[in-house]
């Protein structure tokens, strides 16, 4: 069976009607850019990835603008969304209820095509965020890529003091949920030691309890013990006993961490009218069948969503990292294998499972997650979406374990840094297609690197370059362009990390 | 039984580096061009014992998560009698949320990381610590009688001259089990002024629970903090551990957890840095039935067995119900094929004098559930009479139970159990597949059975894929295919279209050359015959103690500095001794009472 994007269409939900451009998308002016609300980040990747390009991205016909960049022609065009009553769209995948994906939220997404990790990457986890370390080895590209671990942006924001400014109020530098996903510093002050998966949480609800500030309590509280146990630290560090230099140096990360939990427990916040959390996602995972229960599973972020609001509206932190495992689909089996591994199928029926449980997350998790954020911050006529730059990537791009032309859906324009309701592709249409995998339909070709957006989002958070750069060309993320693709980018693509991407600059 | 060692292997070194250096990198790389790098883990002949190495150490070794918890507990449970149960309940949630532990594998593996491993210190764990030891002292000082139980009556009396002694008393005993050695004079000042300043005029419960609280945070408790004693002759910047060091070693090595007063009692009376005293405690230690959990872990991570997938995923699918018959996997299914594996691995190593070779070679189920038991086809196992033979004479050894045959799906796994068998048995290395290999994984097919697709897939002469499959993993999975997905014995694969109907049956082969030592090209006609050759060539044992000198060193080993260990645990495999025995012996090693304090941070 070969699909249709209008197959899917009408799978989701009825026949495409018309397709209004949507009004107002025009680029933010500088006034907007120079908001006094401080930008925020929330990055959402999920597994797999491997939607075909019909399907994930809008239809060509809304690219109306092209230039050429980096040697080659890229295309933009105004978001268009379609609606037929129930359902609102700006692709087959991308889409939701009407309530949900309205004319005003479609203006602040873009979505962004050919982006591309040059490797052969299977399995990683924290790619998307730029430590393509964490891969399974699998290929010469994945081995070669374990030499090269970093930190993941948002640890990078998290410990930026060009991002954190001002840590009066923040509880926690960044919050993290699902496996693998965050990656820092053994010593993230000094952005020294080793690199290593920091914890997530399981728990939303002790998630939210740390980020949450309730009513101060009118008791006098005895001074925090956090001082007495960095003396015990200090005491050891100090002593003339017996220790290797490498002891003194793990007594002196630890110490860091002390600093850092003296300053959380000084923390003043206001939480103003949030309420307390009540609901927890632990026990919604620990259900027999949350496997293969989308809607358990769409609860379990929801749940996640509900925090990073709060913490928002706190202004207790304003970074945060999710990776969402969940197939988001009733499909009782072994997801992996039988719809993610075999999605690129030309028969195209476990595409179909793949698309519409993409779908599912894009509707249900991240509108969810666009909605609870577009609340009006402050006097002007902003919300804290407008303040955020919410990005949605997939651990592949449209073909499983492909790396090429990553998906990339972002929300809010990062307090007005970046200009929004775009298509934009990056792609080279002109350039020769490049696959690690055979017999497929699917043509991909390159683009701009990935690198190129990650510089972009740190960038928009405020970051100068030279903050995180750790190629003299720019971006971020090890560059490394294996051998069998080094033909598809041309220096010029190389030389361009360092810039916006274009056409995201408001 | 006594084994000599394998008479191939002064052969084996070199054959075994060409065979696993040529089934690598993308496109059928040309062996030649592999280099010393990759060679394989050396074997047992290519360890060179220098007993005046330096053995590097873990710098500033921090408690697992699960030692963390155990402590904790311990601690709870030693100090507050009759109260240590409300205690536990209310600090339950500080405990959970502690940080997991990560599985941390050798480099380039994917599988089989011990958590203890995993040192990674995050802002969690200083925030988790700083949580538990606040809410600990809150809940072990929150009635009066909890205080009573925790430091006797002069707490709660009305006697405020003896509040001084009372504060002073607890600081010290307290502190004696939370630190694990007696506090110096320092110290005790130290958590005085914790108390309530220099002076101590009253006795206020939550100044009590403060010094609990920095007490737990304190580096004391959270890492294995080692100074070392006296320098060991002839071995470059290492010291033997002092008594305190060893009672900390000793307990949480084989208990996860603190020491117990009698350890302590003995670190106190100078005894386990005497050859004699170190021997007794190590003996009671390992006797005790606290060591189970930790081998348990030890087991349970080194075959993988949180991998195992579930098995009741696919219940309710057409070809999975086709395929399971009347036999319905519950919610508990993959963890009762878990237990029935480790079962068998304490079996023999603390239940019995049993060797590495029973567990290699075992016909006895260790199923002491209906489910495990009926896929085995056995009476469940009572846990204490004799296990019950299997009447399967092709049911031998470990690569033939249930947790390690059962896929979760209707076909089984050959290139997975054949990547168990090299890398989690006989400690070789794999090289990674070419990149994006796994875009097609072998389908069940109406028309061939699991072997043939599998053969199709990934042994066409002259591919990449051929190189590694076809002689190194293949072999070794083919040869238990006479078990179906759920671990049944079979003889004939039942083929499905995707309907679940039945479509035809196919005999199953068996036969194939498993390589076992990389040289010889013995025929296996089954699964019987490859268990005999795995024990035979006893390459499993120095796998085995190489992994056992990791879990215990709390690293990845080093092949220059820990030869003495891993032969000293392989050479005791090899030669018959008990497997407890083999197991117990790492802790009279010298190395496992030094620490090594170089400057270049080892």
Known sequence: MTLSRRHLLRGAGGFALALPILPSLRPRSAKAAASVHPPRFVAYTTDHGGVWSEFMFPDDASLTEQMTYAGHTIRRGDLVRGEDGAQAWVSPVLRGGTAQLTEALAGKLNVLRGLDLPFYMGHHTGGQLGNYAANDGGGEDGQTLYGSPMPTIDQVLAWSSAFYSDLSTIRERSLVAGPYHSWGWSSPSTASGSITALPWEYSSLALFNRIFVPDEDETTPRPPVADRVLQAYQSLRQSDRRLSSADRRRLDEHMERIDELQRKLAVSADCGDVPPATEDSAPIANGSSFAYDPAAQVRYWQLYNEVVAAAFVCGTSRVAAFHARESFSDYQGDWHQDVAHQAHFPDGARQNILAEAHRRFFDEVFLDLCQRLDIP????????????????????????????????????????????????????????????????????????????????????????????????RGGYGALFVTPMRAGHYPSAVLDAMGQWLPWLQA | MSRSRPALVPLLCAVTALALAGCRGRGGGDASEDDDDDAPPADLDELQCDPTVTVPAVALRRLSRRQLQRTVADLVAGSMGAQAQAVQDEIGWALEAWPEDLPTNAPGRKRGGFRRLDQAVHQAHIDAANALGVELGRAMTATDDRVTALMGSCATDDDASNDEACVVDFIESFGRRALRRPLTDAEVAFYIEVFVGETITSLDPSAVGDVIAVMVASPQLQYFVEHGADPVDGVADTYWLSDYELASRLSYHFWQTMPDEELLAAAERGELTTDAGWQAQVQRVFADPRTRQSLRDFFREMWWLDGVAPLDARVGTPVFDAFRGDFEPGPDTTAHAVDEVLDMALFYALDTDGTFDDILLSNRSFAKTDDIAQLYGVAPWDGVSEPPAFDDPQRVGLATRIALLASGSANTRPIMKGVFIREGLLCDDIPPPPDNAAA????????????????????????????????????????????DALGRARTEQVLFDEEG?????????????????????????????????????????VCLARQWVRFSLGRIEDDDTDACMIEDVAQRLLDGESLGEALRQIALRPEFRQRAFAEDGT
């Not at chain 1, 979406?385 to 990553?406: F, K, P, Y």
């Not at chain 1, 510089?455 to 100068?464: F, H, R, W």
């Open chain 2, 440 to 483: 097609n994984p072998p389908q069940l097919s109406a028309e061939q059975t699991t072997r043939e697709v599998v053969e199709a897939l990934t042994e066409t002469e002259g591919t990449a894929c051929a190189t590694c499959h076809a002689p190194l993993i293949n072999p070794m999975g083919f040869v238990t295919e006479n078990y």
């Open chain 2, 501 to 541: 109907r039945e479509v035809g049956r196919k005999p199953i082969s068996t036969q194939a050359v498993p390589l076992v030592d990389l040289v010889s090209e013995e025929v296996a006609s089954g699964s019987a015959d490859l268990a005999h050759m795995l024990a035979d060539s006893g390459r499993p044992h």
């Open chain 1, 377 to 472: 911050e402050g006097d002007d006529d902003s919300t804290i979406l407008d303040n955020t730059l919410a990005m949605w990537s997939q651990e592949s791009g449209n073909v499983t374990h492909e790396s090429i032309s990553q998906v990339v859906v972002t929300a809010g324009s990062a307090a007005g840094c970046l200009r929004t309701g775009q298509y934009v592709d990056y792609h080279n249409r002109q350039g020769s297609p490049i696959t690690f995998t055979d017999g497929l339909d699917q043509v991909t070709r390159p683009g701009l690197l990935y690198n190129q957006l990650l510089g972009t989002v740190l960038q928009a958070m405020g970051l100068p370059n030279e903050a995180f750069q750790t190629d003299p």
